[in-house]
């Protein structure tokens, strides 16, 4: 287990977690705990609800979080990545035709297995895959990037003998790679990021032993939205005869076009990468399909094997899978497929185009603005700020209250957080106008700057 699991079990560290959760459980009993005591269906009906009944309280429960995002009484910060109806509509016809598809049972389901490999091979070749890549869907960005490093876990077990196996990253790599530690005996050992917001690839270096099996990159990182030093990390990695494990769950199916469309990124984050060995995309996030679907690539073959699963003695015969999951809706599978098939490159191509220059408005909005510092310093889907001056994280919930927009709470340094999408690129001017009145507002009273 990694050290950071470990310090969970020193009593101080115990007493400070069971204080923030204490917290949060108090935080959702009082935002939430009223209204589900006053819907709440406690025991499985004996005769079965109404199909009316059924639909109203859903259709009721989706109208109250649409308000969220639609614009007219909310903006969402996140979460909501394409927020056209008709779309949608269309998406769902799909989804109803293959509701009972199972790509557990191939043979009665062939065409959803074949949807799933066209995703598969689609998304290898935005990210430059030759003949010998590959790779499988999984169930969203968090299992993509466990399985990730339980291949590489097997490999080096196998390959190497190495037994307390340990992998290397950044503060602000996703937690997926924490869990997957939890789950996998990996130490998870991680290095600080630079004032670039990057990570920083001299603590990397430090941090590699013998026992080390891969190294992480993000492009981007979800609290600042910047991308690390991909290539130096790959490289490094190379140098070790480890994997680098590149981690485009976020930039997705924006990353391919930003270079291309003429904006600047200092890094490269695909297969050309010489010592890139595996990679993350969710089509559920900018290639508009429904949650859940993400692909995770591999540069080779025998590296995506070793997180295969065969069970061969069992009564009920040969078990094998391709992920955590058993079986999987097929469903999921069909909705993303349709959403990217619907789309095209040149539709994510004009997507990635409007998202990438909202952002950089937002940069520019901001530039030698003193009162808030952009923590975002690339071309990238995310627009993270932080100040000296006010308290961004107290700045959040006014947001919220004052001007219906839901921004996301980062943290080290504490930080404001927009994944920008098709839901808010429309009305980046009304987000600057309210950061900066949110501003002046906090500053004129100092009680605004508690949270």
Known sequence: MGFNFAAAWVPSVRKQIKGEMDKLKHDCERQFGDARKATAVKDMPDTGMSQEAIIDRIRKGAEGSEKLWTNESGNLAGGIYYKDAKHWDFVSEVIRLTVVSNPLHMKEFQYIAQMEAEIIRWTLNLYKGDAEACGLCASGGTESIVLAMLAYREQARQERGITQPNLVMSETAHPSHDKAGHFFGIEVRKIPITKDFRADLNAMRSAIDSNTIVLIASAPEYAFGNYDP??????????????????????????????????????????????????????????????????????????????????????????????????????????????????????????????????????????????????????????????????????????????????????????????????????????????????????????????
Request: aromatic share 10%; net charge positive; hydrophobic share 40%.
């Open 230 to 451: 991909i290539n130096d990390i790959a490289a490094l990695a190379q140098s070790y005869g480890i994997g680098c494990h590149c981690d485009c769950c976020l930039g997705s199916f924006v990353n391919p076009f930003i270079k291309p469309l003429g904006f600047a990124v200092p890094y490269q984050f695909d297969f050309t990468v010489p010592g890139i060995t595996s990679i993350t995309a969710d089509p559920h996030k900018y290639a508009q399909g429904p949650k859940g679907c993400s692909v995770l690539m591999f540069k080779t073959k025998a590296l995506r094997d070793y997180q295969f699963f065969v069970c061969a003695d069992w009564s009920g015969g040969l078990y094998a899978t391709t992920s955590l999951a058993g079986a999987r809706p097929g469903a999921m599978i069909a909705g993303n497929w349709a959403a990217m098939a619907k789309a095209g490159k040149k539709g994510f191509e004009k997507q990635a185009k409007s998202i990438l220059t909202t952002q950089q408005n937002l940069r520019n909005a901001f530039k030698d603005d003193p009162d808030i510092t952009v923590s975002s310093h690339t071309a990238s889907p995310i627009f993270s700020f932080t100040s000296t001056t006010v308290n961004v994280i107290a700045m959040s919930d006014l947001m919220a209250k004052k001007f219906n927009w839901t921004l996301h709470k980062v943290q080290n340094p504490p930080s404001g957080h927009l994944t920008v999408t098709n839901a808010t690129e429309n009305h980046w001017q009304d987000f600057v106008k309210a950061i900066k009145q949110c501003t002046e507002m906090m500053k004129a009273d100092p009680s605004l700057n508690t949270n």
